[in-house]
């Protein structure tokens, strides 16, 4: 799964066909309503969840971990373009360390620039870089290698690493939505979530290390979506579970798993909003849901001024999905998203 579209590789063997990405899936109140609000319609045939018990004036309880309900420590630490490059900079320097990063682009000068300071300081900096992209970070390559930063090829059982994510002293996980691209991060929308629940973190670690040594990702825990593992089973069974809204940020509309479980939830009477990239960016978009659109069962917008490039769905206003996978299908690629 990911933020960009998937291309063969020549000479990249048996696995070419496939996209690594990752997505945190999370029982989440109000971590990100105020960037996209449930839609209001009226009341559904199905009956709605069991809302989460909150306390008045406290925020409301955090569950992770998909239907296992158990508490997690997320937080969402960036909201681009706004917040810009400080709050994941600020991190980097914070490693004392490890730092194990997956960027997928990576051009950026501030972050460039905390990478090498933290392998000045001692802290061991390790990059996967995808090697589609070798020439777009080829700057940035040769001034971490300079310092001695450890870099190497994204797994090449994968036609492209989309996944984009960073774990700091084996102790924190960021999930990012963003390419660490100059440009985009000037222009686009997309968030950047801090996780610092052991469980997940040791995921993360697993899954960097298993990349990078071209060894085998045991399992995939309660919560977490891999492409090209569970991706078009995970998401699609998200989206059904809705009973009054979906909200979505989508860089990309393509035929999927994941755009049929969107489709059969507008026709079932759950409202659902996108906040699209521009078409021209995105290609053709499918007829069954412009035909949707037209029957306004499906409420699109696109900002004039804005890039979509976020990778989130909001189910009921209560269970959010944030991570790399776009709406497409994860079988030509691989990316990390969570819930």
Request: aromatic share 4%; charged share 25%; hydrophobic share 40%.
């Amino acid at each position: 799964m990911g933020g960009g579209r998937a291309r063969q590789r020549r000479g990249r063997g048996v696995g070419s066909g496939r996209l690594r990405g990752v997505v945190l899936l999370a029982c989440l109140l109000l971590l990100i309503a105020a960037a996209c609000r449930p839609a209001q319609r009226p009341a559904s045939p199905k009956q709605p969840a069991t809302p989460t018990q909150t306390v008045p004036g406290q925020p409301p309880e955090l569950l992770c971990g998909d239907g296992s309900g158990r508490s997690c420590q997320l937080s969402l630490f960036a909201t681009e373009p706004d917040d810009g490059v400080s709050p994941l900079v600020s991190r980097l320097t914070q490693a004392t360390r490890t730092i194990d990063y997956s960027p997928f682009l990576l051009d950026e000068p501030g972050i460039v620039q905390a990478l090498v300071s933290a392998q000045r300081r001692g802290v061991q900096v390790r990059l996967l870089s995808e090697p589609d992209h070798a020439r777009d970070n080829a700057k940035a390559l040769k001034a971490l290698g300079a310092a001695g930063v450890e870099i190497r090829d994204a797994n090449p059982a994968f036609a492209l690493t989309h996944a984009k994510y960073v774990v700091i002293d084996g102790s924190r996980a960021l999930q990012l939505t963003f390419n660490s691209d100059a440009k985009e991060l000037a222009t686009r929308r997309d968030f950047a979530l801090e996780d610092d629940d052991p469980d997940d973190v040791r995921f993360f670690q697993r899954l960097f290390d298993a990349d990078w040594t071209r060894g085998q990702l045991a399992e995939i825990p309660p919560g977490f979506a891999l492409s090209p593992d569970n991706t078009d089973d995970r998401l699609p069974a998200l989206l059904r579970s809705a009973h009054e809204s979906i909200d979505l940020y989508a860089e990309r509309l393509e035929p999927s798993p994941t755009l049929a479980a969107i489709l059969d939830a507008a026709k079932n009477g759950v409202a659902v909003r996108i906040l699209a990239d521009s078409a021209d960016r995105r290609g053709k978009i499918p007829g069954p849901f412009m035909d949707l659109v037209k029957r306004q069962q499906i409420q699109v917008r696109v900002p004039r001024d804005l890039g979509i490039h976020a990778k989130v769905m909001i189910v009921d206003g209560t269970t959010v999905y944030l991570g790399s996978q776009n709406v497409e299908s994860s079988a030509p690629s691989t990316a990390v998203s969570s819930d």
